[in-house]
């Protein structure tokens, strides 16, 4: 069985270190070769937008964000919450390519697929 590992990142430029955190333990997963699937809640929606992480403040002794993003949205996979693009007026059309839209549906199932880790920041 694999094991997958599924992050929901619920902050942003409020929570610097979670956000960073979250990010940083989804690509390092899948540089380990971990499939990752990354949901965008919360002000991490805004991480969806071109332009927006290069806005988020770096961090002394952490990977700057849009690396961090690049990583994951080269392997893995990133999902923008639904609810939240659409409280943002956000559409498909406002993402980084690559980002997709999905509901608390598609959160629950990959939750509770067989060898899923959830792990909320």
Known sequence: MTRSLVIKVTAGAE???RTNQALTVA?????????????????AA???????AEEFP?????TPVPDLLQVILAAGQVTLCTQCASRRGLTEADLIEGVRI?????????ITRDGAQALVY
């Open 102 to 110: 999905a509901g608390a549906s598609a959160f629950v199932e990959e």
């Open 15 to 17: 929570a610097p270190e």
């Open 27 to 43: 690509a390092a997963a899948v540089a380990s070769g971990v499939p990752v699937s990354l949901w965008l809640t919360g002000e």
């Open 46 to 52: 805004w991480f969806s937008v071109p332009g927006k």
């Open 58 to 62: 770096d961090l002394p002794h952490a």
